[in-house]
């Protein structure tokens, strides 16, 4: 599979794994990320059943807090 245009394989994700093993594995919280598998956004109510596959393209991008204050 490919994560943000980098390869990459994870030995400890069995067949038929779904994205969210995925996101387990990777150690990300689920609340602050969105996911995109071959071009279409998968909603985390779809992540549990959503199946991997060989050949997926993911793009995960991660919500980063803070900012300046305006007061």
Do not use: P
């Amino acid at each position: 599979m490919n994560i943000n245009g980098q390869a990459r394989t994870f030995a400890e994700l069995a067949s038929g794994a779904s994205l969210q093993d995925l996101i387990v594995t990777l150690g990300l919280k689920g609340d602050r990320i969105a996911i995109e598998r071959n071009g279409g956004i998968v909603t985390r109510d779809e992540r549990s059943h959503t199946v991997l596959e060989d050949g997926d393209r993911l793009e995960i991008v991660h919500f980063v807090g803070g900012g300046r204050s305006n007061s």
